[in-house]
């Protein structure tokens, strides 16, 4: 994962958005996930876009993309203490078959 | 609830020894991804099976190996182990969609004492 990157922690309110970021590597990338990961849990997958699109909104999840600057981030609405976890993103570079990279990971902790 | 079933959820194993991590993807898919989780290395891919053959491999150790069954559930053998080999492995199942969504079952954690 040392080629996608991320911030390490983020810290909101309960109530405020949250925005976490991503760099990622490869820009034929076709498709772009956002992985959550709860203490001692698997990794949900949460939401993707695909590289022709700026913009994909889910209920409180809205995730945008910049192709030219190779940039991720998913903006939650409404943070709420559940919402505190371990956010992954993750690209399928070109040429590297189905696997998942992904970053190093960003912990969200929301405070009430 | 993924549908990606994965057993044994704990395993503490002496060093030099060799251990056998189950997968069960959800029903329909043909593919099973291997990722391994470390504090050092963080998410790794390890390898993937698609309908019983190997399809990519990742940076997996020789001492690691794995198999798809024609019931399409996945084995990844581990074998002459080594402290560093402690971390928390995954398996993930996906459709044969373009989007190529995957989705993770809940993990073994494997110690090596």
């Known amino acids: 994962g040392e080629d996608v990157e991320q911030s390490l922690f983020l810290s909101v309110r309960e109530g405020d958005s949250s925005v976490i970021n991503c760099t990622y590597t490869?820009?034929?990338?076709?498709?772009l996930y956002w992985y959550k990961q709860e203490p001692g849990a698997g990794l949900q997958l949460l939401t993707y876009?695909?590289?022709?699109?700026d913009m994909k909104q889910d209920q409180r999840l809205t995730v945008l993309l910049n192709k030219k600057d190779k940039h991720l981030s998913l903006r939650i609405a409404d943070t709420q203490t559940g919402d505190s976890a371990i956010y992954f993103c993750?690209?399928?570079?070109?040429?590297?078959?189905?696997?998942?990279?992904f970053g190093g990971g960003t912990r969200l902790m929301v405070k009430p | 609830d993924s549908g990606v079933t994965q057993t044994p959820k704990h395993l503490i194993t002496a060093t030099g020894q060799r251990v056998t991590l189950r997968c069960s993807p959800r029903?329909?898919?043909?593919?099973v991804y291997w990722y391994q989780q470390s504090l050092d290395q963080g998410l790794q891919f390890l390898i993937q099976?698609?309908?019983?053959?190997?399809?990519a491999k990742g940076n997996i150790l020789e001492r690691f190996s794995a198999q798809q069954f024609p019931d399409l559930h996945s084995e990844l053998n581990l074998s002459s182990l080594e402290l560093g080999d402690s971390a928390l492995y995954f398996c993930?199942?996906?459709?044969?969609?373009?989007?190529?969504?995957?989705?993770f079952g809940p993990g073994t954690r494997l110690t090596v004492l």
């Open positions: 993930a199942s996906s459709a044969s969609g373009i989007s190529n969504e995957q989705f």
């Open positions: 490869d820009s034929s990338s076709t498709y």
């Open positions: 876009i695909f590289s022709n699109m």
């Open positions: 993750a690209e399928i570079p070109n040429n590297a078959g189905n696997m998942l990279t």
């Open positions: 029903s329909g898919d043909l593919s």
């Open positions: 099976y698609y309908n019983g053959e190997e399809r």
